[in-house]
């Protein structure tokens, strides 16, 4: 009985080390499930993630440079993707000190909707040019723009505000939409028939066993320490979500 409490806190501990992020277009790398696993085979893990990385589907994403200490960041309020920008720590004064939290250097992607006519037109070496100008009045490093999925990539040392302002640089032209990713494609999942209705399991088949294995409990005796710890289900369900909400396994409904 007392290995059991001791698991129970052991994952009590775990769960409040956690990064939140509830966004269901958001997700990162590792997924929390993964973060969940590692840190319970590993304690202290979370804090010395090696390139740490949040993304929006459609929009970007950004990855942490190094090691990141992920412990309880509100990664929904922290990062924030915007068409065509990125902003991290939008409230400056809960801004850490530079190469603290997330605000650190990374490499930034972002998806930019340029019109193919543009592109057809010739006017690649313009929009290259615009673009590593429009990086380094920035502050930022200039990587590359891939014309043929809209990939525009720099470095950052620390964070504010980073994109491209449409309005100071309008010889180039924009698509109106913003056609957003499928998170399957995103996630290296299949992707379903369209006319077949899809849902997200936030659990997922593998997380009945992940942890358990890494505490040395069975399944069983995972399922009873988490109805002790959770007794509405409710409370469970918040709990399921939160663990795996960002690596969203999408299933056919039968």
Same mark, same amino acid.
């Given at each position: 009985?007392?290995?059991?409490?001791?698991?129970?806190?052991?994952?009590?501990?775990?769960?409040?080390?956690?990064?939140?992020?509830?966004?269901?277009?958001?997700?990162?790398?590792?997924?929390?499930?993964?973060?969940?696993?590692?840190?319970?085979?590993?304690?202290?893990?979370?804090?010395?993630?090696?390139?740490?990385?949040?993304?929006?589907?459609?929009?970007?994403?950004?990855?942490?440079?190094?090691?990141?200490?992920?412990?309880?960041?509100?990664?929904?309020?922290?990062?924030?993707?915007?068409?065509?920008?990125?902003?991290?720590?939008?409230?400056?004064?809960?801004?850490?000190?530079?190469?603290?939290?997330?605000?650190?250097?990374?490499?930034?992607?972002?998806?930019?909707?340029?019109?193919?006519?543009?592109?057809?037109?010739?006017?690649?070496?313009?929009?290259?040019?615009?673009?590593?100008?429009?990086?380094?009045?920035?502050?930022?490093?200039?990587?590359?723009?891939?014309?043929?999925?809209?990939?525009?990539?720099?470095?950052?040392?620390?964070?504010?505000?980073?994109?491209?302002?449409?309005?100071?640089?309008?010889?180039?032209?924009?698509?109106? %939409?913003?056609?957003?990713?499928? +998170? *399957?494609? #995103?996630?290296?999942?299949?992707?379903?028939?369209?006319? /077949? =209705?899809?849902?997200?399991?936030?659990?997922?088949?593998?997380?009945?066993?992940?942890?358990? %294995?890494?505490?040395?409990?069975? +399944? *069983?005796? #995972?399922?009873?320490?988490?109805?002790?710890?959770?007794? /509405? =289900?409710?409370?469970?369900?918040?709990?399921?979500?939160?663990?795996?909400?960002?690596?969203?396994?999408?299933?056919?409904?039968?």
């Amino acid at each position: 009985m007392d290995g059991d409490f001791s698991s129970c806190e052991i994952w009590r501990e775990i769960r409040s080390s956690l990064p939140v992020l509830s966004l269901l277009d958001y997700y990162m790398e590792p997924c929390l499930k993964d973060l969940a696993a590692w840190e319970a085979a590993d304690l202290g893990y979370s804090s010395r993630v090696p390139d740490f990385t949040v993304g929006r589907f459609g929009y970007g994403y950004v990855r942490f440079l190094g090691n990141t200490d992920v412990r309880r960041l509100d990664i929904d309020r922290i990062v924030k993707f915007n068409r065509h920008e990125l902003v991290v720590y939008e409230d400056e004064s809960s801004k850490p000190e530079a190469g603290q939290g997330l605000n650190k250097a990374a490499e930034v992607t972002l998806i930019l909707r340029v019109r193919f006519l543009s592109l057809k037109e010739g006017k690649l070496d313009d929009i290259v040019k615009k673009l590593k100008e429009s990086t380094e009045r920035q502050g930022a490093r200039f990587i590359s723009f891939d014309p043929l999925n809209g990939e525009w990539k720099f470095l950052v040392d620390h964070f504010s505000r980073f994109g491209f302002n449409e309005e100071e640089d309008d010889d180039i032209v924009m698509d109106d %939409a913003t056609p957003v990713q499928n +998170p *399957v494609d #995103m996630n290296g999942g299949e992707v379903s028939d369209v006319d /077949e =209705e899809i849902y997200w399991d936030p659990v997922g088949p593998e997380l009945s066993h992940s942890l358990p %294995a890494h505490l040395r409990l069975d +399944p *069983v005796k #995972m399922q009873e320490m988490r109805m002790l710890m959770f007794q /509405e =289900e409710d409370e469970i369900d918040d709990f399921n979500g939160y663990l795996c909400g960002t690596n969203h396994h999408l299933v056919k409904s039968t």
